[in-house]
C-alpha cells in the first residue's frame, strides 16, 4: 500500500454578505413590464405570482445604496479569514469572480480599475507583496471556476492559501421593465482555500469545465431595456429564458457526471450538492436527469440545499453564501460530515458548464 502523499486544496475558512434590504414580490406591484416593445397585459400580482411559481423565489436582497461590489467581498473575506483562524499575510493569491464589477447606485456603469481583488486587497490592508489580487469574469459559473483555478496552483506547490471571493451587486444592472429582473439579487460569498499533504484524496479531488459559445454564447448579454421609450443608451441583463433552462437540464447533468466519475466515484456516494442558485425548478430538472444518467430513479432527500426562494440569485455568490451557511448550520437539514463527498456545481454565461467533487 502506497504512502506517498499528495497535495490536496482543503477548505479551511468560509464567509458571506447577506445584504439586509428584503425585497419582496410586493416591491414589483407598481412596476410597468414590456415584452417585444409592447406593455404586458397581464396584472402585475398574476406575473408575480406565476414567476414565483416557476423560479420558487419569493424575496431577493439588494444592497443599501452606500455599498458596491467591492465593499461586499471585503466583508465575505475578512469573514473567511476570521473563520480560518489565519495571518492575512500569508494569503497568496486573492480572486474575485464578479461580471460587472463596482456600480455606484443610479449609474450603469461598471467600475473594474483597479481588479475589485486589488481593491480587497488594499481595504484588508494586506501589504504583503507576494499575495496576487486579481479578478475572474466567467458569467455565473465564476466562482466555481476561481475554485478550480486555486486548486491548481495549490497542486502546483507555488501557492499555500488562496483566497477565492464570489460576488455581484445584479440589482444595478438589471432592467425594471423585464420581468426576468425579479430573479436577480446581491450578495458576496468567499472561501479560503489551503494545501494540505495527504496520503488519501481530500479536498477537491475531480472537475470539470465545458464552454458552449458558438451555438449558445447569446443566451445571457448585455442589451437595452425592453421599454421602447428609453433612449439612455443604457445595457442591461437579458436572457433567454426558455432556451436556457433547455440548455442547463440537458447540459449540466452530464458535465457533473463527467467530474464525479472522473473521481471514481458513484451518485449514491455524493451527500450533499451544492448547486448555483439559479431557478428552483431548473436545478431540480437538473438533479433529477443527473440522477437518471445513472439509472436511479428518485434523489435523494436532503441532497440539495436551497436558498434560492429568500435569496435569489445572485449570481457568483450563489454557490459560496450557500456553502457558508450550510457549513455555519444556517440551512436547516443540512449538515457536512468529514469523510463524505460534495459536488459544487454551476451554468451561466458564456455559456459556461462547470463542476468539481469535493471530500469533506
Known amino acids: 500500500m502506497s504512502t506517498e502523499k499528495h497535495l490536496y486544496s482543503i477548505i479551511s475558512g468560509t464567509g458571506s ?5 428584503v425585497i419582496s414580490g410586493d416591491a414589483f406591484l407598481n412596476s410597468t413590464f414590456y415584452e417585444n416593445g409592447l406593455k404586458l397585459e397581464k396584472a402585475n400580482d398574476e406575473i408575480i405570482r406565476k414567476f414565483s411559481e416557476i423560479t420558487e423565489i419569493n424575496e431577493r436582497r439588494y444592497v443599501s445604496e452606500d455599498t458596491v461590489n467591492s465593499n461586499m467581498g471585503t466583508i465575505a473575506a475578512q469573514r473567511a479569514i476570521n473563520d480560518a483562524g489565519i495571518d492575512k499575510e500569508t494569503l497568496d493569491q486573492i480572486i474575485f469572480c464578479h461580471n ?3 456600480i455606484k447606485p443610479g449609474s450603469n456603469r461598471m467600475d473594474i480599475l483597479p481588479s475589485l481583488a486589488a481593491k480587497v486587497k488594499q481595504a484588508l490592508d494586506i501589504q504583503n507583496p507576494d499575495c496576487v489580487a486579481y479578478d475572474l469574469i466567467f458569467g455565473c459559473p465564476g466562482w ?3 475554485a478550480i483555478q486555486a486548486n491548481y496552483v495549490i497542486k502546483s506547490g507555488d501557492a499555500n492559501r488562496i483566497l477565492v471571493i464570489g460576488a455581484e451587486t445584479l440589482s444595478r ?4 421593465h423585464d420581468r426576468d429582473s425579479m430573479i436577480f439579487s446581491d450578495g458576496a460569498g468567499a472561501v479560503i482555500f489551503q494545501a494540505k499533504e495527504s496520503e488519501v484524496p481530500t479536498g477537491i479531488i475531480a472537475h470539470k469545465t465545458e464552454t458552449h459559445a458558438v451555438n449558445f454564447g447569446s443566451l445571457l448579454v448585455m442589451g437595452p431595456s425592453y421599454n421602447p421609450e428609453e433612449t439612455n443608451g443604457n445595457s442591461y441583463l437579458k436572457m433567454n429564458g426558455r432556451k436556457l433552462y433547455e440548455f442547463a437540464v440537458i447540459n449540466v447533468p452530464q458535465v457533473v457526471k463527467k467530474a464525479i466519475d472522473k473521481a471514481g466515484i458513484g451518485i449514491k456516494d455524493i451527500k450533499t450538492v451544492f448547486i448555483h442558485q439559479a431557478n428552483g425548478k431548473m436545478d431540480h430538472a437538473i ?3 443527473l440522477f437518471k444518467l445513472y439509472d436511479v430513479d428518485e434523489v435523494p432527500v436532503n441532497l440539495v440545499p436551497m436558498t434560492i426562494s429568500w435569496l435569489g440569485n445572485s449570481s457568483v455568490a450563489t454557490i459560496p453564501t450557500l456553502l457558508d451557511l450550510v457549513l455555519k448550520g444556517k440551512v436547516e437539514g443540512y449538515k ?10 454551476s451554468v451561466g454565461a458564456g455559456m459556461h458548464i462547470n463542476a468539481f467533487v469535493y471530500k469533506f
Open 17 to 21: 454578505y447577506i445584504p439586509d434590504n
Open 100 to 102: 460587472f464589477g463596482d
Open 287 to 289: 438533479m433529477k436527469r
Open 144 to 146: 466555481v471556476q476561481g
Open 336 to 345: 457536512v460530515k468529514e469523510g463524505e463527498y460534495a459536488v459544487f456545481a
Open 173 to 176: 444592472i438589471i432592467d425594471p
